[in-house]
């Protein structure tokens, strides 16, 4: 099949699937709401801008269902937002573990190999140990940590001009591992605060909201058109730098920027929802052994199937008695199943 067509087919299979997820997703919690129901709530929370009023937008909604009043706030201001975040949070995660895959031509690259992860904790939990000392909020000092790790990585690794791989992942390794300590550090003295910083570092979505939802797209998106039009680059750093530079590639300002907006989308995941691990690994990987390596189809699958699954597992994070935190999931699911591709399939080098 044409590599278009093979784009569109599965990019179409996904994204239906990851409406029904999000529809299904709605209709589990505490209050049991049907499944058209949910849809119909969905539907009447969706809304267009229609001109300008006062000191913003009009917003209009176009549909007007008739739903119970109750069924109506609970799906569209509690699990509407919850379940959206969950969607971008994935997509975030599964772009940046797809570029970092590409980026280091290793299958067991993830979002956090270069201590973005890391410093966005350093940065929340140091907010919520010492929250008079910290002038931001918590998601404003993840975020700022991220991308201090993230680029302080990236000027230690530097040299001449370039950024040779090895000494980038050394010096990710190198930085994670401190910082590592300074969150144990941290959380040493966290005191009653100790529940607090442990559960943030789980990853969860509880604290969901459109604000922190249209703060994610806003540079999730951004960061993803970025990448994808660098995707025939990424393709041609899988040869080798010397191979890639021969046709034609700027190998150093395509790394810079590939790191750039890894960086930043992975900032700001990790900044709304705390630390989930194994989207960013787990995912790209399954989708490399279904469509390829061809970053032109596998970044826009691997982004879908993200945020497909993290709605998935968030769905079974508070399906039961007591609600877990959704990096306790994505972990319980994804380390069996990837040992399960590491013995049973083929992994094909990248």
Do not use: C
Request: proline share 5%; aromatic share 8%.
């Amino acid at each position: 099949m044409h590599r278009r067509a093979r784009t569109v087919a599965w990019s179409s299979g996904l994204t239906a699937a990851l409406v029904l997820a999000m529809l299904a997703a709605a209709t589990v919690g505490p209050v049991r709401i049907g499944l058209l129901e949910v849809a119909r709530a969905t539907l009447n929370a969706f809304a267009v801008p229609a001109g300008f009023e006062g000191n913003g937008l009009r917003w209009v909604h176009p549909f007007a269902f008739e739903v119970e009043r109750t069924h109506q706030v609970i799906v569209g201001d509690l699990r509407l937002p919850r379940i959206a975040l969950g969607a971008v949070v994935g997509f975030a995660l599964a772009t940046a573990g797809t570029v970092m895959q590409g980026f280091f031509r290793n299958p067991m690259a993830d979002p956090s190999i270069i201590g973005v992860s890391t410093g966005a904790a350093v940065g929340a939990v140091a907010t919520i140990v010492f929250p008079l000392a910290v002038p931001f909020s918590l998601q404003w000092a993840a975020f700022a940590g991220a991308l201090l790790a993230g680029f302080g990585v990236y000027l230690i690794a530097s040299e001449g001009g370039r950024t040779p791989v090895a000494t980038l992942l050394l010096a990710g390794v190198a930085v994670q591992t401190f910082l590592g300590a300074v969150v144990s550090f941290l959380l040493l003295y966290a005191g009653d605060s100790l529940q607090r910083a442990v559960y943030w570092l789980m990853g969860h979505l509880h604290t969901s909201s459109w604000p922190k939802v249209w703060t994610v797209l806003a540079v999730a998106v951004p960061a993803y058109v970025l990448v994808a039009v660098h995707a025939r680059d990424l393709n041609a750093l899988l040869l080798g730098e010397a191979d890639a530079h021969t046709l034609g590639v700027e190998v150093e300002r395509t790394k810079r920027v590939l790191l750039a907006a890894s960086s930043l989308v992975t900032a700001a995941a990790v900044a709304a929802a705390g630390v989930i691990g194994f989207v960013g690994l787990v995912v790209p990987h399954v989708m490399r052994l279904l469509v390829g390596p061809d970053h032109r189809v596998l970044l826009p699958t691997s982004a879908l199937a993200g945020a497909g699954f993290l709605v998935v597992t968030d769905t079974a994070a508070r399906a039961g008695p007591a609600e877990l935190p959704v990096g306790i999931v994505t972990a319980a699911l994804g380390a069996p199943f990837f040992l399960y591709l590491l013995r049973d399939r083929e992994v094909h080098e990248l």
